[in-house]
Structures are given as C-alpha cells and as structure tokens.
C-alpha cells in the first residue's frame, strides 16, 4: 500500500513539473499593438463671407439705330465679394463683383464713314447664386443685375455716356483648394439696355445705343 501512495504522489508531481514546462514554453501573453483609427476628414462647408479677385475677358456686339450692330470686345479685371449658406449639399449665396474694364468696338459705314465707337469703362453685377456641392467642388448657376459705364463716341461730334443697369445670367464652376482658398471659372451674358446718344453722336435726334456681351472669367477667393 506504501508503495502504491508513493508511486501516486511521483505521478502528481511529474505532471505538474510538465505543465510548468509547457507553460513556460509558451511565454507570456502579450495583446495586439493599438492602431488608431484613420483620421475623420470632415465634408467641407462652403458657408461664410469670402472676398476674392476676378479677370477674363468679353465679346459681344453693339448697337446703334444708324449704324446697326457690330463687335465688341476686350478685358476686365476687379473684386468680388459674396456669402454663401450651405443647406445639405445645397450652397445659396448672394455676390457682388466690380470691374474695370476695356471694351470697345467700332463701325466704319456709309452713315459714320469716319466711325462710331462703343466703349465699357467699368462692369459690376449684383447676383444670387444657387449651386450643388460635390464636397469641394461647386457647379452654380447665377443671375441678377448688371452695371456699366457705356460711352458712343463720333468723331466732330461730342460724344454720350451713360450709366447703364441691364440684368445677367450664367453659370461657373468653384474649387475649394486648400483651407480657406477657392478657385472659380465662370461665364456670364450680360445685356446693358441702351441710351439715346441723339445728336451728340449724330445728326439725328435720336440715336439709341445698346450692347450686350458675354464674359468669361476666372477668381480667386478667400472664405472667412
């Protein structure tokens, strides 16, 4: 019976020495290394006043009641400034922009053989815009008033110029670049209305004279 406990007890303390070993074998656990999650980047949102610069160029014609039409075209260069409100993916917004300008054409005909010329000295419009935000990108449509400073001139004659309101409509395309930042590429039509020139163009009473234009312009913009 001894014999038979002692030969038990050996058997105990052989299997614990093996467990021991096996765990010693496998070492200590050890758990993953944490990985932060990737960084959020937020959708951006185009709400906020901005102030920016614009430049391009216009083409167009000109009309006189004695001369008919014929082109005119030239550059622009000025300020903008604007809000928008981001609504969903929807961007309303109101803008405002002032430009000097250089544009003009002339006609050389039967009627004006020494010729008549049109020229726009300065260009603002007032608009709303309503566009559809693709995260930075931002396709708009855009309408409202048109100014300008419209000027006939002859030749012997002493000349008229007039502050002309009219209305244009368009559309662009903005790009939200870094930060604050953004770039624009718009197109706008832009229709002045006339003024009657009568004889300080011509030999007639009445001589009206009206231009309308389409404009192409690129803007740099900066959202505070």
């Known amino acids: 019976m ?9 058997a105990l303390l052989l299997a614990s020495a093996a467990g021991q070993a096996a765990a010693a074998d496998l070492g200590t656990y050890q758990p993953a290394p944490y990985k932060a999650p990737p ?10 006043f901005y102030l920016g610069v614009n430049g391009g160029g216009a083409w167009g014609q000109s ?25 969903g993916q929807w961007v ?4 405002g922009d002032l430009d000097a300008a250089n544009i003009s054409g002339n006609s050389i005909t039967p009627v004006c ?3 008549c010329k049109t020229t726009d000295s300065w260009l603002g419009t007032a608009r709303g815009r309503v566009g559809y935000a693709f995260d930075r990108f931002l396709p708009y449509v855009t309408g409202g008033a ?20 009219g209305w244009t409509v368009g559309a662009g395309l903005e790009f939200a670049v870094i930060n604050n930042w953004t770039l624009k590429a718009e197109y ?5 209305g006339k003024f009657n020139s009568g004889f300080n163009c011509s030999l007639l009473a009445t001589d009206n004279v009206s231009s309308h234009m389409n ?10």
């Open 146 to 165: 048109a100014f300008g400073n419209i000027k006939a001139a002859t030749p012997l004659f002493l000349g008229q110029s007039a502050t002309d309101a």
């Open 113 to 115: 053989p020494i010729g």
């Open 63 to 87: 009309t006189w009641d004695t001369v008919g039409s014929f082109d005119i075209s030239g550059g622009l260069i000025g300020g903008t400034a604007g809000f928008n409100w981001q609504v």
């Open 188 to 192: 706008l039509y832009v229709d002045l």
């Open 215 to 224: 404009i192409g312009r690129a803007g740099l913009n900066y959202r505070f």
């Open 92 to 95: 309303l917004g109101l803008e």
């Open 39 to 48: 960084a959020f980047n937020p959708v951006y949102n185009w709400t906020g």
């Open 2 to 10: 001894r014999n038979l406990l002692l030969s038990g007890v050996g």
